[in-house]
């Protein structure tokens, strides 16, 4: 069989790709360590916000690979797959549903984290628009689903090193470079994207992280004037 060099990943996917593997990494080092180190935490969770805004966004109107209504699978292409008989470009059915699993995760985390409370060192910047017993229930579960992310993780990192090694798929190059040789009767021409749908993408990621870190939320009231407090 023919192969053709295609390119497989955008850009914007790739660097989103490999900027979670960064923040969410650092995300759970600073919440595992705490202290001192929740204010990092608090940061990057908004950054994560940004990050997943922009690939739901990227997921509508990005390239072709990225899109969901391209990689989604259903139960036919699931079975297909099972059965040995799938072919396509970028994630396949089982791959897809790790995707989407871990974006779910990321996402949940990423939200309820900004809800999250725990008394001590930390204290969500959306905190102040529910009630302690909510926000304790919210910390709770943020902070016992650091063990299906990880388990969600493994699996992931597993499933790149079984293709890698055993099916002989390298899957981490294509993510690196954006290219691929894949059969030439799938290399079809791959569209979408742009510098606009970058821009409009770009720009629901920022919004999103601005509206995670309080920017709808009314501003503090000023600190008293010195002047008024009592000389003792």
Do not use: C
Request: no cysteine; proline share 7%.
């Amino acid at each position: 069989m023919s192969f053709k060099r295609i390119r497989v990943w955008d850009l914007p996917t790739r660097l989103f790709h490999w900027a979670m593997v960064v923040v969410v990494s650092a995300a759970i080092f600073t919440g595992l360590n705490g202290g001192n180190m929740m204010i990092h935490h608090q940061r990057l969770g908004i950054i994560l916000i940004g990050l997943l805004a922009f690939r739901l966004a990227w997921g509508v109107f990005g390239y072709a690979t990225a899109r969901f209504a391209r990689f989604v699978p259903g139960p036919g292409s699931i079975a297909a797959y099972l059965r040995g008989q799938w072919q396509g470009i970028g994630h396949n059915p089982l791959g897809a549903l790790s995707v989407l699993a871990l974006l779910g995760v990321f996402g949940f985390q990423a939200l309820s984290g900004l809800f999250a409370d725990d008394d001590i060192a930390f204290r969500g910047p959306l905190r102040g628009l529910i009630d302690g017993s909510t926000a304790a229930w919210i910390t709770s579960v943020h902070r016992d689903m650091l063990w299906w992310m990880a388990g969600l993780l493994a699996l992931h990192i597993g499933a790149v090193l079984y293709y890698t090694h055993v099916k002989k798929d390298n899957l981490v190059k294509p993510m690196i470079t954006g290219w691929k040789d894949v059969p030439a009767p799938l290399a079809g021409e791959l569209r979408g994207g742009g510098v606009v749908a970058f821009v409009l993408a770009l720009g629901i990621a920022v919004g999103a992280a601005w509206v995670a870190a309080g920017g709808l939320l009314p501003p503090p009231p000023p600190p008293p004037d010195p002047a008024e407090l009592p000389a003792w």
